[in-house]
């Protein structure tokens, strides 16, 4: 338990400070009115669909990074070599989807029109995603460090990483697009600043630190070549599969809310951030659970995946009921911090508990598909995500939506991860006797 909770401490903290950057942006955004929270709300889920793609992909180094930490135990000599590969395919994986991807933005002033979404919204909602896609480049390389460092259980510099980014992001921000004038672009644009500064300085220290420096993708560059990106693919797009579905329930909400009105979409991408301010916890608990995980895999240690597994659950169970009481009990507090009026306050109270619900089997999914990730499986949980969000959570949110507007999206969107929670949980448990049978038969043979 001890272990657990000192590598998931600094990275849930890590997370908060994360998920203050986005709220500090939203915040400005509404005291910009409340169509440049829409705007800006609908720009930030269109490009956090696109750039879960390549943060997917390239963020799954973490995973590799900590199977071959674990080889080390047996083979120090192999797992190194394993450490410097996988460091050296993401951060080539990252230059090239930062290019393809940033090209696909171009289209999305047609997707926002095909979609329906008020046409008023389209021009500043492409001058915010116009300006924080100069961020995807620094903020996967951000990934791939932060991949290093935590398998090595150096999480207090990610923690200490994450506060920089806040602390320079909201003065440029606020200057940007206030004194400068410059509103949404300013917003993206200090965003895109903030990360380009805190990835050379959080790069420049660590490898300037013994243990990572041999690790550094500058030295040993005969090892680049092209093959370097087949496991982070072979593992990465299915991860980014998962991740697109569940993110195609979420923002396929968000579409949905924007055919309603646009304070029905103002206050959407408000409960998105109730929902992301407890998957930023449930995320970096996860994560520390996988690593873990990732380390007993890679040194064949299964008893110790399942006590992890275990012990995981039960505090994230526990941890997401909590949090979903507490936003039940002071809808108040979010509509005072959101600046809300009167009628958006009154709908708030209307949705809010669907939100909170929605809480503890988002946690349920989340931790479940990190854990099996930390094994190395991937393509069960991805086609189980596609049958739980899209077979179930959409179709419900689109049957709920004419009977019981923002409420029924929300519904669906609950069902959705629901139905995915157990779905996951029950692969894990199979996953894990599987692996556990397998030890006991290879331990016989012996």
């Known amino acids: 338990m001890k272990k657990i909770l000192s590598l998931a401490v600094p990275l849930i903290i890590s997370q908060m400070i994360s998920m203050a950057l986005v709220l500090t942006d939203v915040w400005m955004m509404s005291r910009l009115s409340v169509s440049a929270l829409a705007a800006g709300g609908l720009g930030a889920s269109i490009y956090s669909f696109v750039f879960i793609i390549a943060g997917s992909s390239v963020g799954c180094v973490a995973n590799l990074v900590a199977i071959a930490y674990g080889q080390r135990v047996a083979r120090p000599e192999f797992g190194n070599q394993q450490i410097r590969l996988a460091i050296k395919g993401a951060v080539l994986l990252s230059f090239i989807l930062s290019v393809i991807l940033s090209l696909c933005f171009a289209f999305v002033p047609q997707l926002l029109a095909a979609t ?10 492409m001058e915010y995603v116009n300006a924080l896609k100069w961020a995807m480049l620094p903020s996967l390389l951000l990934l791939v460090l932060r991949g290093l460092t935590s398998a090595f259980g150096n999480v207090r510099s990610i923690m200490v990483m994450s506060l920089l980014t806040v602390t320079l992001n909201v003065p440029i921000s606020y200057v940007l697009a206030f004194s400068l004038d410059l509103g949404l672009t300013g917003l993206g644009a200090g965003t895109a600043l903030a990360a380009l500064i805190v990835t050379i300085g959080y790069g420049a220290w660590v490898f300037k630190r013994p243990e990572y420096l ?26 980014a599969m998962a991740a697109l579905l569940e993110h195609g329930l979420i923002y396929g909400g968000t579409l949905m809310a924007g055919t ?4 029905a979409l103002a206050l959407h991408q408000i409960l998105l951030q109730c929902l992301s301010f407890t998957w930023n916890i449930n995320f970096g608990f996860s994560q520390a659970a996988a690593i873990l995980v990732g380390q007993d895999f890679g040194a064949e240690n299964y ?4 006590q992890t597994a275990l012990r995981s659950f039960g505090i994230t169970t526990l941890l997401s009921v909590v949090l979903a009481g507490g936003f039940i009990l002071w809808p108040e507090v979010i509509a005072h911090f959101f600046n809300l009026d009167s009628e958006l306050s009154t709908l708030l109270n209307l949705v809010l508990w669907v939100v909170a619900l929605s809480f503890i089997v988002d946690a349920w999914q989340l931790l479940a598909i990190n854990l099996l990730r930390g094994m190395k499986i991937v393509m069960r949980p991805t086609l189980l995500t596609a049958i739980g969000y899209w077979l179930f959570g959409l179709p419900a949110a689109w049957l709920l939506m004419p009977g019981y507007q923002l409420t029924g999206i929300w519904a669906g969107i609950g069902i959705g991860l629901g139905v995915t929670g157990v779905l996951l949980l029950v692969q894990l448990l199979i996953a894990i006797r599987k692996q556990r049978s397998g030890n006991l038969v290879s331990v016989a043979s012996h």
């Open 116 to 125: 329906k979404q008020p046409s008023e919204l389209v021009a500043p909602a």
């Open 214 to 239: 041999s690790f550094a993708p500058w030295h040993n560059r005969e090892e680049y070549s092209w093959s370097l990106l087949t496991p982070l693919l072979a593992m990465g797009l299915p991860i």
């Open 260 to 263: 309603i009105s646009i304070a």
């Open 303 to 306: 008893q110790g995946i399942k």
